[in-house]
T-cell receptor, first 113, second 111 residues
Framework: DAGVTQSPTHLIKTRGQHVTLRCSPI?????VSWYQQVLGQGPQFIFQ???????GRGNFPDRFSARQFPNYSSELNVNALLLGDSALYLC????????????FGSGTRLTVV | RKEVEQDPGPFNVPEGATVAFNCTYS??????FFWYRQDCRKEPKLLMS???SGNEDGRFTAQLNRASQYISLLIRDSKLSDSATYLC????????????FGQGTILTVHP
């Protein structure tokens, strides 16, 4: 079975540009969440989607947005990129049932120059 | 105060040693608790869930103390392959709640 897939794996953008990151959850999973991990820190929560609705939002500026599609895949969009947005962006998949942990994709490493 | 606090280490231990990591969390309404392992430049991977009754998976033992809001992980007979960052994680809600991560504790096991 395919795990959580994210694309692209690496990306280099310049300040002011926008970026779209993509995530496909594990088959049958209806919940997708996004996390940002900067070097030396634990991942920070950005968004949570379940059944195509936003269920939670972390402390990130409005430049960050996301959506979930009918097939439960998701996109994370970041506008007006800043140098500080350079990070590993992780997508996590869960069934949305019970108290299980989440499965993470291998992430998109974004570098803003 | 951070929601989840861990000693970042690093912990440097010889093969065969026993090492313990601790973590505290501030939100008493937290419902689920986990330890994740993260290798360098890789994604976090679920190591084990943590229950109040304590749970064991081979050389790994996890414990939760809800009264003290304290989580622990014990690794016995350390292997070189245990070298990684260990992340203490707290989940709000029981279904699709957000995960809150600690900073991570770096473990290096040397020959």
């Amino acid at each position: 079975d395919a795990g959580v897939t994210q694309s692209p794996t690496h990306l280099i953008k310049t300040r002011g540009q926008h970026v779209t990151l993509r995530c496909s959850p594990i088959s049958g999973h209806k919940s997708v969440s996004w996390y940002q991990q900067v070097l030396g820190q634990g991942p920070q929560f950005i968004f949570q989607y379940y059944e195509k609705e936003e269920r939670g939002r972390g402390n990130f500026p409005d430049r960050f947005s996301a959506r979930q599609f009918p097939n439960y895949s998701s996109e994370l969009n970041v506008n007006a990129l800043l140098l500080g947005d350079s990070a590993l962006y992780l997508c996590a998949s869960s069934s949305g049932q019970g108290s299980d942990g989440y499965t993470f994709g291998s992430g998109t490493r974004l570098t803003v120059v | 105060r951070k929601e989840v606090e861990q000693d970042p280490g690093p912990f440097n231990v010889p093969e065969g040693a026993t090492v313990a990591f601790n973590c505290t969390y501030s939100n008493s309404a937290s419902q689920s608790f986990f330890w994740y392992r993260q290798d360098c430049r890789k994604e976090p991977k679920l190591l084990m869930s943590v229950y109040s009754s304590g749970n064991e998976d081979g050389r790994f033992t996890a414990q939760l103390n809800r009264a003290s809001q304290y989580i622990s992980l014990l690794i016995r007979d350390s292997k070189l392959s245990d070298s990684a960052t260990y992340l203490c994680v707290v989940k709000s809600g029981t279904s699709y709640g957000k995960l809150t991560f600690g900073q991570g504790t770096i473990l290096t096991v040397h020959p």
